[in-house]
């Protein structure tokens, strides 16, 4: 339970920022596996803790706000959510951590600069793989798109949510399917093949990414995708990529 309030409600105002002017050198590293250690473990340290101070530094070392947030406070927050789900830590310590990442989340996205991207004409639907129950992601890769220009739609399917009937009664130019789970990629082989069958776009093209696809990477085709990315940054020169070919084709 406590890993989707993560999800639902942290992770959807992580965003994609520019740097802000003044910043220290220009980096594109990712934190290392001491750096979310430590900054998980700052999370539940009893007592006052200055997590700003803690992410100012690894700003000013190099590490850019968008890998801050995909692989430093997601990863925070999903060990959060295991935490709880194996009784590892008490409901107090836990509660206090989730406010404290909230905290650090809500200064991050005061920073976003509300710059107008010309749009490009081009829509994406993005969907987790059936199944899923991890879906945070998604937010963080529609930022992605949004800041290339893109008009973008997410959807959890649920009682009142059915992607197929979006696909069948709207225009998407590109599908974007995230997958964490090893166990779901049958369904995810299955979902790739539903979309190509209803998709009121005949020549939709279907991207695929995610936790599992970061892992292992593979090839987009054992699904049945027209591509495949490991790095949610990538994800819409990808898709853009996708259609340029197929614009070239025609």
């Known amino acids: 339970m406590l890993a989707r309030v993560v ?8 965003m994609l920022a520019h740097r802000p ?16 250690a430590e ?8 007592g006052p803790v200055d997590l700003d101070a803690r992410v100012e530094v690894l700003r000013d070392g190099g590490l850019p706000l968008a890998r801050l947030l995909l692989d430093l406070l997601a990863p925070a927050a999903r ?11 008490d409901f107090l310590a836990v509660t206090e951590a989730l406010g404290r990442l909230h905290a650090v989340s809500r200064r991050l996205c005061a920073e976003l600069e509300d710059e107008s991207i010309p749009a490009n004409g081009r829509s994406v639907l993005l969907l987790p793989c059936p199944g899923e129950t991890h879906v945070f992601g998604l937010s963080i890769v529609a930022s992605f798109f949004r800041e290339a220009g893109w008009d973008v739609t997410t959807a959890v399917p649920g009682p009142e949510v059915d992607p197929l009937t979006l696909l069948r009664t709207d225009w998407f130019d590109v599908v974007g399917l995230s997958l964490s789970c090893d166990v779901l990629l049958p369904a995810l082989t299955k979902a790739v093949a539903e979309v190509r069958r209803d998709s ?4 939709i093209r ?8 970061a892992r292992y990477g593979g090839e987009a085709g054992i699904v049945g995708a027209d591509a495949c990315v490991s790095d949610a940054c990538l994800a819409p020169a990808a898709a853009e990529a996708l259609l340029d070919r197929q614009a070239l084709a025609c």
């Open 200 to 203: 009121r776009n005949r020549e």
């Open 7 to 14: 999800e639902a409600e942290i992770l959807p105002r992580l």
């Open 21 to 36: 002017a003044g910043r220290g050198r220009p980096a594109n590293r990712a934190p290392s596996a001491r750096e979310i």
């Open 206 to 213: 279907v991207l695929v990414g995610g936790p599992y696809f």
């Open 39 to 46: 900054f998980s473990a700052l999370l539940l340290e009893a």
């Open 79 to 89: 060990h959060l959510g295991a935490l709880w789900e194996e009784d590892a830590c």
